[in-house]
């Protein structure tokens, strides 16, 4: 089945430690976003990739670091800079061929949690 | 640039009653729209889309949206709601040039009630 994997899904961390958020996708979508969701104030953009190896900050990335070496591929890093990282973390993608509808298809979702 | 505002937070309703989730937004040019559901804990799926063509757009699980241009408006209804519909609604827009970033409402939360 085609679609997108998030991991882990739920992942615990100490302050001042840096973590990584896996994204896949065989979808053979272009492009590649995270979101940053938070109770009551909906998704917040934190990076985007149109590209391989071409990536752009969107509103929150203060804190947060991507790469984008493989299409298939998106990976989140929640540095030590983010002073708040506690929350749900959201991958998506988008074709990005043709007529972009801007439909997204998103992942499960991984819960940061810092201790 | 584009705004959307999802005017109710939360829509309390009973089990087989209908409801309305309301969408305005606000765009300089032509649009898509679009509605997705995230049940909790879980990503957000796509219930249904605008593109264009017929402004009555039928999704998955019995939900409608009517895409209403002059007072920019996509609104989302279901007939009769079961407590499987509990969950938060997103709708999105997005200009038809092609952008490849997507503008989000906050989300309503719709909460079934026996």
């Known amino acids: 089945d085609g679609g997108i994997t998030q991991s882990p899904k739920y992942l615990f961390r100490k302050e001042g430690q840096n973590v990584t958020l896996s994204c896949e996708q065989n979808?053979?979508?272009?492009?590649m976003y995270w979101y940053r969701q938070d109770p009551g104030q909906g998704l917040r953009l934190i990076y985007y990739s149109q590209i391989v190896n071409d990536f752009q900050k969107g509103d929150i990335a203060e804190g947060y670091s991507v790469s984008r070496e493989k299409k298939e591929s998106f990976p989140l890093t929640v540095t030590s800079a983010q002073k708040n990282p506690t929350a749900f973390y959201l991958c998506a993608s988008s074709s990005g061929t043709g007529v972009n509808t801007g439909e997204l298809f998103f992942g499960e979702g991984s819960r940061l949690t810092v201790l | 640039a584009q705004s959307v505002t999802q005017l109710d937070s939360q829509v309390p309703v009973f089990e087989e009653a209908p409801v309305e989730l309301r969408c305005n937004y606000s765009?300089?040019?032509?649009?898509?729209l679009f509605w997705y559901v995230q049940y909790p804990n879980q990503g957000l799926q796509l219930l249904l889309k605008y593109l264009s063509g017929s402004t009555l757009v039928k999704g998955i699980n019995g939900f409608e949206a009517e895409f209403n241009k002059s007072q920019t408006s996509f609104h989302l209804r279901k007939p009769s709601v079961h407590i499987s519909d509990t969950a938060e609604y997103f709708c999105a827009v997005n200009p038809s040039g092609g952008s490849y970033i997507p503008t989000f409402g906050r989300g309503t939360s719709l909460i079934v009630h026996p």
């Open positions: 765009s300089s040019v032509s649009v898509y």
């Open positions: 979808l053979n979508h272009d492009a």
